[in-house]
């Protein structure tokens, strides 16, 4: 697998994957440079794989014999059909898509994937499976919107070669730009004649990245879903509930605080003020499930 796949090699996962991304950013801020990005929206990415071109691409990597016949096997004769209220449609054979959830479905796709145009020096790539990102940094947005450009025109021809659809208009571009920086917005870049909006927040691997990478929006998100979590264990987070203090704190640990701890590594050059946010958060459900009064 090529190196900027993060998504199927071992000992990586989207914390070092987004950790790598807003590093470049940060160290572009220093440097008085501009990122800018594109990220794009795969459409039903593991449903889109042509099973013939999977197969013709384990060839040409010269796979053995045994690991091709029994992808087919795994892949081949599998038929749909489909059921409304009292009428079921006649069977049709499925000719393209690997098993979503498959044991190894992501590595088939990432085969696939692994195959996509070597950017240019002034280009770089951050993929996690289908999660994908592009890009590049200058000092001028006019450079940022030709350096992208270049190579989302390399990038179409091989998506229309392998069939691969991508939602233009579900895709996002941003530029990172420090706090501060004035900016006139360049022209959208495009893909297939469509442009991709320039947007000021965009989700990446499941963290909203905003144009200045304060996390601001991304720490506002965050804690939404664990404050609802408490309400709905409220009962079963406080002094009068049969629980056990420790099987409380347990809950803690496993329906709440991973919400919290997600992608940290990445927010490390977030403001003070916002990481004082959740752990303000933090201390309240502590202080919930083991009764501990407020300081």
Not at 47 to 57: A, E, G, N, R, S
Not at 126 to 154: C, G, M, Q
């Amino acid at each position: 697998m090529r190196d900027e796949q993060f998504g199927l090699r071992p000992r990586n996962s989207t914390s070092l994957q987004l950790a790598r991304f807003v590093e470049r950013i940060t160290r572009n801020f220093g440097e008085k440079r501009l990122t800018g990005a594109v990220f794009l929206d795969v459409a039903k990415a593991f449903y889109t794989v042509w099973i013939d071109d999977l197969h013709y691409k384990l060839t040409i990597l010269k796979f053995p014999s045994y690991i091709i016949h029994t992808t087919s096997s795994y892949l081949q004769g599998r038929t749909f059909e489909a059921s409304f209220q009292t009428s079921t449609s006649s069977r049709r054979g499925v000719r393209a898509g690997v098993t979503q959830g498959g044991l190894i479905s992501h590595v088939l796709f990432g085969l696939i994937v692994n195959e996509m145009p070597s950017p240019s020096h002034h280009v770089d790539l951050a993929l996690y499976a289908d999660d994908t990102a592009i890009i590049t940094t200058s000092r001028k947005p006019t450079f940022l919107v030709s350096y992208l450009e270049s190579y989302l025109n390399d990038l179409q021809r091989w998506l229309s070669e392998w069939r691969i659809v991508i939602n233009v208009s579900k895709s996002t571009a941003i530029i990172f730009a420090r706090a501060g920086r004035r900016l006139i917005q360049p022209r959208p870049v495009t893909l297939f004649d469509e442009p991709i909006k320039w947007v000021d927040n965009t989700r990446y691997l499941g963290v909203t990245l905003d144009k200045h990478i304060t996390w601001s929006p991304h720490i506002d998100q965050v804690r939404k879903i664990p404050a609802q979590r408490m309400g709905m264990l409220c009962p079963h987070l406080n002094t009068k509930s049969d629980f056990s203090v420790r099987n409380e704190v347990l809950l803690h640990k496993q329906l709440i605080r991973p919400m919290m701890d997600y992608a940290f590594p990445a927010c490390r050059f977030a403001a003070c003020t916002h990481v004082r946010r959740l752990h303000v958060l933090q201390s309240m459900c502590v202080r919930l499930a083991t009764g501990a009064p407020g300081t």
